[in-house]
């Protein structure tokens, strides 16, 4: 019997175990009309019920003591909402879900204040948007579109070509997005981005990524390859800046799968440090820093560990972890699980970069729910971050989907317009 | 016959945008669900997937050029949100997120070898395991697993024959 025929079989015998599928549930809108931002709620507000997995509210969220459980630091003098919404930068870039006219995800430009759309920029043809990051000036973007090369060998995985492009927007004009292609090359291998970064002045592109995961052909281990590279470039001319790697084979984490921010890559407003997580997308894992002038190559013994993340089971655990762009705090995202239900909301908390300590709760979420995340997005001076906040909740058997936007500053919740219209929300999709 | 459908004739697309999508639904959700099972060895999970396939076709009916390509475009849909589950779970330690229950004990009624084979399917790099379940597992044409996955054809037979090497040699080590 050949592998074919096993597998075969192994797919009629699968198929004999399943149980009937449930009825689809569609919500009662019409087509069209849940693709448009929403009108902000009354009462209870953005606390909504979105479907599994999927349905996401963003938030856009100062570092407010909403709920102080873990000791006793006070919390900052908190900017009033307006002034939240104010000092949070306006316009963002978002990878939409697939456009089904190419199969690959337009950049959708758009201005979180109004909820309007400036421009939908499609990808360029034979490439697909894979991740993009923004500078501090709120209108340039950098964007990563991935497409693939033939095989070096034959029955070699083929490798991914990156291309980067910038995206600058100009609002209010007849060409509110334009998009450049940059002479920016990641190495002639396979790489898998797991961070990207536009450092604050627009000037350098910071990436860490993981190269060489072509192997023989039958490898099934493709996921140890390379080591992680962090590398940044000059904007203007493309070319290489610093490279700092981790010892091969010491890091066995797989990478890829469509996330082009898995480390959660950034910068500090002084363009002086890179922070992220590392190794990515695993436990245990560690939030590290890396001064960006020091000296050295490597990636471990160049930057310093500045948090452990917390054990994933846990309530304070890190879905996604940002340092802020003062390089003082940390504010991380956590995410519950439909075991354990909201019981563990989905919330943001505070640590300090100086200590690695868990300093305050800054947001909880306070509503019902079958499982949720909270993602950070945006870090800035001052105590303001703009997150994004998932949660599903099942009436029934019937899974409901909604999202609604907003700032929460001051205990108070201001609606902001950032739809997110993908089924997923995934690092390095949505930029500011 | 589609093999995702089971049926040998495509759905009669009419009526309100509600009503297509549900028959579309009707017809091809059993097929998704299996795929999605393949990918995540869950069955609420992959449920789970395919319901918010259909809604995201559903929000977008009104933009599709042509409704007769939304099979391939949901296809695509429930790929890509496997690949998001997927990457949650490599998050995590293995056992925060275990399959729901009942799937677990409906995998526990396979018999050994088929338990063996999907296991080692489930080793497969990503595309490898995607190339092989929609080309191997599901019958899926070059052409069709080449659009499901965005991917040319070149990559599917490249993916997909390496990843049958693979799966060959798992099966090999571990009898």
């Known amino acids: ?432 | 016959m589609d093999p995702l459908t089971d049926t040998h004739s495509p759905p009669v697309l009419a009526g309100s945008p509600a009503g297509q999508v549900t028959a579309l639904y009707q017809a091809y959700a059993t097929g998704l669900v299996r795929l999605a099972m393949l990918m995540l060895a869950d069955q609420q999970a992959a449920e789970d997937v395919v319901q918010e396939a259909f809604l995201g076709l559903y929000r977008r009916w009104g933009s599709l050029a042509d409704p007769g390509k939304a099979p391939t475009y949901v296809r695509s849909s429930v790929l890509n949100g496997c690949r998001t589950v997927l990457r949650k779970r490599s998050r995590h330690l293995p056992s925060y997120r275990e399959p729901h229950a009942e799937s677990a004990e409906a995998l526990a009624l396979l018999g050994e070898e088929h338990r063996e084979v999907l296991a080692a399917l489930r080793r497969l790099p990503a595309r490898q395991r995607e190339a092989v379940v929609l080309r191997h597992c599901l019958g899926l044409s070059e052409d069709e697993t080449a659009q499901a996955m965005n991917i040319s054809r070149g990559t599917v037979k490249s993916a997909s024959s390496r990843g049958i090497a693979t799966l060959a040699r798992i099966l090999k080590e571990e009898s």
């Open chain 1, 1 to 432: 019997m050949t592998v074919e025929d096993r597998l075969r079989a192994a797919t009629d015998a699968l198929s004999g175990t399943m149980r009937q599928v449930r009825p689809l549930a569609l919500p009662p809108e019409q087509p069209g009309r849940v693709s448009r931002p929403r009108e902000p709620r009354r009462g209870r507000g953005w606390l909504i019920p979105l479907t599994a997995a999927a349905a996401v509210i963003a938030v856009a969220a100062t570092l407010v003591a909403v709920r102080d459980d873990r000791g006793p630091t006070q919390a900052p003098t908190a900017p009033t909402a307006n002034a939240a919404v104010a000092s949070a930068p306006r316009y963002y870039v978002q990878l939409g879900s697939l456009n089904p006219a190419n199969g690959f995800r337009d950049a959708i430009v758009g201005d979180s204040r109004t909820g309007k759309t400036l421009a939908t920029v499609k990808s360029p043809a034979g490439v697909g948007f894979a991740g993009v990051t923004g500078a501090a000036d709120d209108r340039t973007f950098v964007i990563d579109a991935t497409s693939e090369t033939k095989p070096i060998k034959p029955n070699e995985w083929p490798p991914l070509t990156h291309t980067w492009y910038q995206l600058r927007i100009a609002p209010g004009t007849q060409h509110p997005a334009e998009l450049t292609k940059l002479p920016i090359a990641l190495p002639a291998d396979s790489a898998g981005v797991v961070g990207l970064a536009l450092s604050p002045d627009a000037g350098t592109l910071a990436v860490l990524f993981q190269p060489g995961q072509a192997g023989p052909a039958g490898d099934s281990a493709r996921g140890a390859g390379g080591p992680f590279t962090l590398r940044t470039f000059s904007l203007v001319t493309g070319k290489p800046l610093r490279t700092w790697t981790a010892p091969e084979g010491k890091i066995s984490t797989t990478v890829g799968g469509g996330s082009d921010n898995e480390a959660d890559l950034t910068w500090t407003a002084d363009g002086q440090t890179l922070a992220f997580m590392f190794p990515p997308a695993a436990w245990p894992s560690y939030e590290r820093t890396l001064n960006v002038t020091g000296k050295g190559t490597s990636l471990l013994t160049g930057s310093r560990p500045v948090l452990a993340i917390p054990n994933p089971g846990k309530q304070d655990n890190c879905l996604s972890l940002l340092l802020a762009s003062d390089g003082r705090t940390m504010v991380c995202g956590s995410e519950t699980t439909g075991s354990h239900g909201c019981q563990q909301e989905p919330q943001f908390n505070l640590y300090s970069a100086a200590t690695g300590k868990l300093t305050r709760v800054l947001y909880r979420y306070q509503g019902t729910c079958f499982s949720g995340e909270a993602a950070v997005v945006w870090t800035g001076a001052g105590g303001t971050a703009i997150g994004v906040i998932a949660a599903e909740r099942i009436v029934k058997t019937r899974a409901t989907t909604d999202w609604e936007v907003g700032v929460l500053a001051a205990g108070k919740f201001t609606p902001l317009h950032v739809p997110m219209p993908t089924d997923y929300y995934d690092p390095g999709q949505l930029a500011f």
